[in-house]
C-alpha cells in the first residue's frame, strides 16, 4: 500500500572510573540514548477511509504522505474565550470559530521523543555494591487525556468517585476571566483539540539498589552456608514530569520497594 522510512540513532557508553579486581572495587557510569523518527509515502488516498474512520474516534493518528506515524493531528485551538467560556477554535484561512470542524486539523506535535534513555552507574566495594538508574524523555507531545475526560468530558458514572480537581478549580466561570477550561455551565461533550496536546518531558528514578554480601565467615561455614545476601531495591522512586497527570485508576507510574535475602549453599 504505501511505505514507511525510519531514521535514527543509538548511542550507548559505558565507562569505568574505578577498576581494581585485586580489591573488589569497581565503579563505572553508563548513558543509553536514542532518538529517531520516520515518514509516511506511497500511500496517496490509499488509507483515506482509515483516516476518516479515526476522525470519529479519539485517535490522534492519520497516515498521510509525507507525514509521520507519529505526529499527533488535531484541530488548533485558540483557548478558552474570557468573554463567553466557550473554546475558540482556529480554523485554515485562519479566521477563528467555536464550531470545530475536523476538515482543520493539523500536526499539532509529535509523540516521538527527540531522546530518550537511560544515565547509569553502578559500584562495588568489598562486600558492598550500589546501583542507580535514571531515565529521560525530552521532546515527546502527549495528548493528556485526563484532562479531556475527568475536567470536562466527566462520565455520570465518575461524578463522584474519579474525577480531576481541576474540573472545580480551574474552570471558567466568570466573564473576562482567563481560565484553561471551558465554562463549568456548558455541559456539551468536548472536542479534541491541541488544547490537550501537551509537551511531555520526564525525569524519573528508574531503579536504585543497594546490596551487601558475606563470604568466607565462620559462622556461615559451620551452618553449611558459603554466601549470605541483603539487597533493597526500589522502581520508579520519583518522577518529575512537564505533563500533570492525577494518579486515579489510570496510573502513570507506580512504586514498587522490595527487599531480598539471598542464601546459598
Given amino acids: 500500500v504505501g511505505y514507511l522510512t525510519t531514521k535514527g540513532l543509538e548511542l550507548k557508553i559505558n565507562y569505568n572510573f574505578i577498576y581494581d579486581l585485586k580489591n573488589n572495587f569497581v565503579w563505572g557510569v553508563g548513558l543509553m540514548s536514542t532518538s529517531g523518527n520516520n515518514k ?3 500511500f496517496n488516498n490509499a488509507l483515506a477511509s482509515l483516516n476518516a474512520a479515526a476522525q470519529k474516534t479519539s485517535s490522534l ?6 507525514a509521520s506515524s507519529n505526529d499527533l493531528w488535531a484541530v488548533p485551538s485558540l483557548g478558552i474565550d474570557p468573554a463567553t467560556g466557550q473554546e475558540v477554535f482556529l480554523k485554515k484561512n485562519g479566521q477563528s470559530t467555536f464550531t470545530l470542524d475536523k476538515k482543520d486539523e493539523v500536526v499539532m506535535g509529535n509523540s516521538r521523543e527527540t531522546a530518550t534513555g537511560v544515565v547509569s552507574t553502578n559500584l562495588t566495594y568489598k562486600g558492598f555494591s550500589f546501583g542507580l538508574y535514571v531515565r529521560y524523555s525530552f521532546g515527546a507531545e502527549r495528548f493528556n487525556s485526563a484532562l479531556y475526560n475527568k475536567v470536562e468530558n466527566i462520565a455520570k458514572a465518575d461524578i463522584f468517585d474519579n474525577q480531576d480537581a481541576r474540573a472545580f478549580t480551574d474552570r471558567w466561570t466568570t466573564p ?7 465554562a463549568i455551565g456548558l455541559k456539551n461533550d468536548t472536542p479534541i483539540s491541541s488544547r490537550f496536546i ?7 528514578g528508574e531503579s536504585i539498589r543497594f546490596g551487601y554480601r558475606i563470604t568466607d565467615r565462620a559462622w556461615l561455614k559451620r551452618n553449611g552456608v558459603t554466601a549470605l545476601g541483603f539487597n533493597a531495591l526500589a522502581n520508579e522512586f520519583f518522577r518529575v514530569s512537564t505533563i500533570k497527570a492525577e494518579r486515579g485508576i489510570d496510573f502513570p507510574f507506580s512504586r514498587i520497594y522490595s527487599l531480598s535475602l539471598n542464601v546459598s549453599f
Fill in 198 to 204: 501537551q509537551k511531555d518531558d520526564y525525569i524519573s
Fill in 61 to 66: 493518528t492519520r497516515f498521510y504522505d509525507g
Fill in 176 to 182: 473576562g476571566q482567563i481560565a484553561q477550561f471551558k
Fill in 40 to 42: 509516511l509515502g506511497g
